[in-house]
């Protein structure tokens, strides 16, 4: 499954250096570790990396919002679309809380045919006026 994330959340006050270099561990130097949110070097903000699917993404942010001082800190959406499915959904953190809700579902797709069936179109107009 292929995601695309845009977006950030802000961390106010931001993460002291251990705790910056606590999350960069967890998250790998690739970014294909069981954290995919990178901080910031500053620590103000936090941003999805690497490959990961959406269930991942929410699960990781919520364990790291729980797991670190003061959590409600985490402020912010993430904006995120997932390619195969086509949905756009929202990652919000407000008050130490991680929440996803769908912005947009992919419409279900129609078959609709460009034939059209002379049979049942007749010519009723041509023939009041001949």
Excluded: C, K
Excluded at 78 to 93: F, K, Q
């Amino acid at each position: 499954m292929t995601t695309e994330f845009a977006g950030a959340i802000e961390i106010e006050p931001p993460l002291s250096g251990a705790e910056v270099a606590y999350v960069r561990r967890l998250a790998g130097d690739d970014g294909a570790g069981p954290m995919p949110w990178a901080p910031a070097r500053d620590g103000t903000t936090l941003r999805p990396r690497g490959s990961v699917d959406l269930d991942g993404a929410v699960a990781s942010l919520r364990l790291l919002v729980g797991a670190m001082d003061r959590p409600s800190r985490f402020r912010g959406t993430v904006a995120a679309y997932d390619v195969e499915a086509r949905d756009l959904l929202a990652i919000t953190v407000a008050n130490g809380r991680v929440m996803m809700r769908v912005l947009r579902r992919a419409r279900a797709a129609t078959q609709r045919s460009n034939v059209i069936d002379l049979a049942t179109h007749r010519r009723t107009i041509s023939r009041a006026i001949g």
